[in-house]
């Protein structure tokens, strides 16, 4: 089904842009799933997988997909982390995001947030060996951690829940990465300061923002 899905978006592409534009993408999606499939069994032991099943991602909760590599490697060149951030991945899943910040060679504290039980207890056991990481099963919402400084978001809720997760990092002076932000309404007030953090290749296209509480300096 997945050759399916690219052969026919190579299809697509090809009429809309040509073959140079399409032997670009496929040299990128080949090189980036040699890149994901190493760092993944580096940090996480296992590669990371997308779960599209309802049946556990309901109530508003999105389905499971990873962030790209190379998008998160284009978004942190231009989000700097400090040694003192705590670093909260919010619908963690299998741990993809984990596995960039640690291949970057980050000693910061990092949270994982998964609402899958039994996702987040196989995700613990993966990262047992790593001490500044721990896993939190459970609603985000209600599991915020007070200490969070750098929060990432890869579409994880409907809007409604993206509502009473800003209503719940209100008070905390932290900063938000939101990627794939379809839902920015809640950030509109005059509490927070948005930053566009699309996509700088030429070869593939992502949208993010980066939310901080306005007047806050790093």
Same mark, same amino acid.
């Given at each position: 089904m997945e050759v399916a899905q690219y052969f026919g978006k190579a299809v697509a592409r090809l009429k809309a842009r040509g073959l140079g534009d399409v032997s670009r993408y496929s040299l990128? &999606? =080949?090189k980036e799933r040699a890149y994901a499939s190493a760092i993944d069994l580096a940090f996480g032991g296992k590669? #990371?997988?997308?779960?599209l099943d309802e049946r556990i991602y309901n109530n508003g909760r999105h389905t499971m997909v990873h962030t790209d590599y190379h998008v998160l490697r284009d978004i942190f060149a231009r989000v700097p982390? +400090?040694?003192? /951030? &705590?670093? &909260? /991945?919010?619908? #963690?899943?299998e741990g993809r995001v984990i596995n960039f910040w640690l291949s970057q060679g980050l000693k910061n504290p990092i949270v994982g947030l998964e609402v899958v039980e039994a996702v987040a207890e196989r995700a613990r056991k993966? !990262?047992?060996? !790593?001490?500044?990481? +721990? =896993?939190v099963t459970g609603d985000a919402v209600a599991n915020l951690p007070r200490n969070g400084t750098l929060f990432f978001l890869y579409n994880p809720f409907g809007e409604e829940v993206v509502a009473q997760f800003e209503k719940a990092i209100r008070p905390l002076n932290t900063r938000i990465v939101f990627h794939q932000n379809n839902y920015m309404e809640p950030f509109g007030s005059g509490v927070w300061s948005v930053e566009p953090l699309d996509s700088q290749?030429?070869? !593939?296209?992502?949208?993010?923002?980066? =939310? +901080?509480k306005r007047g806050m300096t790093l």
């Amino acid at each position: 089904m997945e050759v399916a899905q690219y052969f026919g978006k190579a299809v697509a592409r090809l009429k809309a842009r040509g073959l140079g534009d399409v032997s670009r993408y496929s040299l990128h &999606v =080949i090189k980036e799933r040699a890149y994901a499939s190493a760092i993944d069994l580096a940090f996480g032991g296992k590669m #990371c997988r997308t779960n599209l099943d309802e049946r556990i991602y309901n109530n508003g909760r999105h389905t499971m997909v990873h962030t790209d590599y190379h998008v998160l490697r284009d978004i942190f060149a231009r989000v700097p982390i +400090s040694p003192d /951030d &705590v670093l &909260v /991945d919010v619908g #963690c899943g299998e741990g993809r995001v984990i596995n960039f910040w640690l291949s970057q060679g980050l000693k910061n504290p990092i949270v994982g947030l998964e609402v899958v039980e039994a996702v987040a207890e196989r995700a613990r056991k993966r !990262y047992r060996k !790593y001490p500044n990481v +721990s =896993i939190v099963t459970g609603d985000a919402v209600a599991n915020l951690p007070r200490n969070g400084t750098l929060f990432f978001l890869y579409n994880p809720f409907g809007e409604e829940v993206v509502a009473q997760f800003e209503k719940a990092i209100r008070p905390l002076n932290t900063r938000i990465v939101f990627h794939q932000n379809n839902y920015m309404e809640p950030f509109g007030s005059g509490v927070w300061s948005v930053e566009p953090l699309d996509s700088q290749g030429t070869v !593939y296209k992502f949208k993010a923002a980066l =939310i +901080s509480k306005r007047g806050m300096t790093l």
